[in-house]
């Protein structure tokens, strides 16, 4: 298994809660944290457990929740020392304007504050509160101070607040913070680069309701973009009709066809320093798409589809790129003679990589959460990596690519 390919398994994390009605929204970041395997403490404010209870958060977590500087029961004077100096990150959702405030002052009378200022570790923050507190000159010159001196923050979005105003100062959403959480504890080693991904099928319209398509998920191409992202790349995913939820770290692109792939990946590769073309492109597409919907008697008795080609996106990128940039990587989804099929298509496409993988096994690529690939690149690498997670894979993927990029440079 790839080191990165679950960032927060095994990682002790410290959430420490304040006192907003956001503080709900802790409980599934919890689970979601814990999900993925981290062992996490809870601090909490006093406020804080007037919204949730402590009950639900020690239950979930598994730990004593630390509620109290000073309570014997709790391991008391050195209980906040303890827990920041065992932590590998400390999550602060929500944080409330008053916490950034005493934060930003260095106090420490609370668990909350005293896992902050005593910790070592990363610290990420999540702001909650009233649009109009988010605003003000106070919270942000916090935030700025904060922010200048190494902690991260993840939000606040945009939306209806608890207070019925309208704007910025609601909590990220729980799977967001978990992301960033994974990002804050991945080396930033792909930082300053832009890469261009695409995921999934295309659908090619037959008439307004058909459409041929191909069983793609977009699984492999989501695994690397939030891959990319987490290492700290500028990342855009162009995505076919996908089963899963793209990347909350990357610029979505959403797309149908072959075409309108073609030409969002186009637009969105200039400068780029990477592509990797993950999505199973359609290689032909009906010659005529119908405005109204076909009838039966359309076909007759034995139907036959007239077909024409689509481009090759990756065979024009190879074709058009001057000089080494971007890198680019395609796959090969084979059921027969992978490597002769991935060397030619190595050449044809004027490719870097290929990521040949055998689909005709029942375990790994399309829909699965699991493959094995083989790596293919023109500088003459070859390697396989046995049947493991997309996640692990994609990271695979990007360290050969990383590591032929630097080996180009002058
Ligand atoms: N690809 C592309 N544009 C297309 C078709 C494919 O960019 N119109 C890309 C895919 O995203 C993949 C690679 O090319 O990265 C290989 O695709 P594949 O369809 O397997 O290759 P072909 O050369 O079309 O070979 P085959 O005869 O196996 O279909």
Same mark, same amino acid.
């Given at each position: 298994?790839?080191?990165?390919?679950?960032?927060?398994?095994?990682?002790?994390?410290?959430?420490?809660?304040?006192?907003?009605?956001?503080?709900?929204?802790?409980?599934?970041?919890?689970?979601?944290?814990?999900?993925?395997?981290?062992?996490?403490?809870?601090? #909490?404010?006093?406020?804080?457990?007037?919204?949730?209870?402590?009950?639900?958060?020690?239950?979930?977590?598994?730990?004593? $929740?630390?509620?109290?500087?000073?309570?014997?029961?709790?391991?008391?004077?050195?209980?906040?020392?303890?827990?920041?100096?065992? !932590?590998?990150?400390?999550?602060?959702?929500?944080?409330?304007?008053?916490?950034?405030?005493?934060?930003?002052?260095?106090?420490?009378?609370?668990?909350?504050?005293?896992?902050?200022?005593?910790?070592?570790?990363?610290?990420?923050?999540?702001?909650?509160?009233?649009?109009?507190?988010?605003?003000? @000159?106070?919270?942000?010159?916090?935030?700025?101070?904060? /922010?200048?001196?190494? #902690?991260?923050?993840?939000?606040?979005?945009?939306?209806?607040?608890? *207070?019925?105003?309208?704007?910025?100062?609601?909590?990220?959403?729980?799977?967001?913070? +978990?992301?960033? @959480?994974?990002?804050?504890?991945?080396?930033?080693?792909?930082?300053?680069?832009?890469?261009?991904?695409?995921?999934?099928?295309?659908?090619?319209?037959?008439?307004?309701?058909?459409?041929?398509?191909?069983?793609?998920?977009?699984?492999?191409?989501?695994?690397?973009?939030?891959?990319?992202?987490?290492?700290?790349?500028? $990342?855009?995913?162009?995505?076919?009709?996908?089963?899963?939820?793209?990347?909350?770290?990357? @610029?979505?692109?959403? $797309?149908?066809?072959?075409?309108? #792939?073609?030409?969002?990946?186009?637009? !969105?590769?200039?400068?780029?320093?990477?592509?990797?073309?993950?999505? /199973?492109?359609?290689?032909?597409?009906?010659?005529?798409?119908?405005?109204?919907?076909?009838?039966?008697?359309?076909?007759?008795?034995?139907? @036959?589809?007239?077909?024409?080609?689509?481009?090759?996106?990756?065979?024009?990128?190879?074709?058009?790129?001057?000089?080494?940039?971007?890198?680019?990587?395609?796959?090969?989804?084979?059921?027969?003679?992978?490597?002769?099929?991935?060397?030619?298509?190595?050449?044809?496409?004027? *490719?870097?990589?290929?990521?040949?993988?055998?689909?005709?096994?029942?375990?790994?690529?399309?829909?699965?959460?699991?493959?094995?690939?083989?790596?293919?690149? /023109?500088?003459?690498?070859?390697?396989?990596?046995?049947?493991? +997670?997309?996640?692990?894979?994609?990271?695979?993927?990007?360290?050969?690519?990383?590591?032929?990029?630097? /080996?180009?440079?002058?």
């Amino acid at each position: 298994m790839h080191p990165l390919a679950n960032p927060l398994s095994d990682r002790r994390i410290v959430l420490c809660v304040a006192g907003g009605i956001a503080a709900y929204k802790s409980v599934e970041l919890l689970r979601l944290l814990t999900k993925a395997g981290a062992s996490v403490q809870v601090a #909490m404010t006093r406020s804080a457990t007037e919204f949730v209870g402590e009950l639900t958060f020690q239950t979930l977590s598994g730990h004593r $929740v630390f509620t109290d500087l000073f309570d014997n029961q709790q391991d008391a004077e050195i209980g906040h020392i303890r827990v920041a100096d065992g !932590a590998d990150l400390i999550v602060v959702a929500p944080a409330t304007a008053n916490v950034l405030a005493r934060i930003t002052a260095g106090m420490a009378n609370d668990p909350v504050t005293a896992a902050v200022l005593a910790s070592r570790a990363p610290i990420l923050i999540a702001p909650a509160m009233n649009v109009n507190m988010w605003e003000s @000159a106070a919270v942000q010159a916090n935030v700025e101070t904060l /922010a200048a001196r190494g #902690m991260y923050f993840v939000g606040p979005e945009q939306g209806f607040l608890a *207070c019925h105003w309208i704007g910025a100062g609601r909590l990220s959403q729980p799977a967001e913070i +978990s992301e960033a @959480a994974a990002q804050v504890l991945c080396p930033q080693d792909m930082a300053g680069m832009k890469v261009v991904i695409s995921a999934g099928g295309t659908q090619e319209a037959l008439d307004p309701v058909r459409f041929l398509g191909n069983r793609s998920t977009g699984k492999m191409g989501i695994a690397l973009s939030r891959a990319a992202s987490r290492r700290g790349a500028d $990342v855009t995913l162009v995505h076919g009709p996908v089963y899963s939820a793209p990347n909350t770290g990357a @610029a979505n692109v959403a $797309v149908r066809s072959a075409q309108q #792939m073609c030409d969002a990946i186009v637009h !969105a590769q200039n400068e780029a320093d990477l592509v990797v073309m993950a999505a /199973a492109v359609a290689d032909y597409r009906p010659s005529v798409v119908e405005t109204s919907k076909l009838k039966k008697e359309h076909f007759g008795t034995s139907p @036959a589809l007239a077909l024409e080609r689509t481009e090759d996106i990756l065979a024009t990128l190879g074709a058009s790129r001057v000089g080494l940039r971007p890198y680019l990587v395609g796959f090969a989804a084979e059921t027969e003679n992978v490597e002769t099929a991935a060397m030619g298509k190595l050449q044809r496409k004027r *490719c870097d990589m290929i990521v040949a993988n055998d689909v005709s096994q029942a375990d790994r690529g399309f829909g699965s959460d699991e493959n094995a690939v083989e790596l293919f690149t /023109a500088a003459g690498h070859r390697s396989s990596i046995a049947l493991t +997670s997309k996640d692990a894979i994609a990271h695979g993927i990007l360290d050969q690519a990383l590591l032929e990029m630097e /080996a180009q440079k002058p």
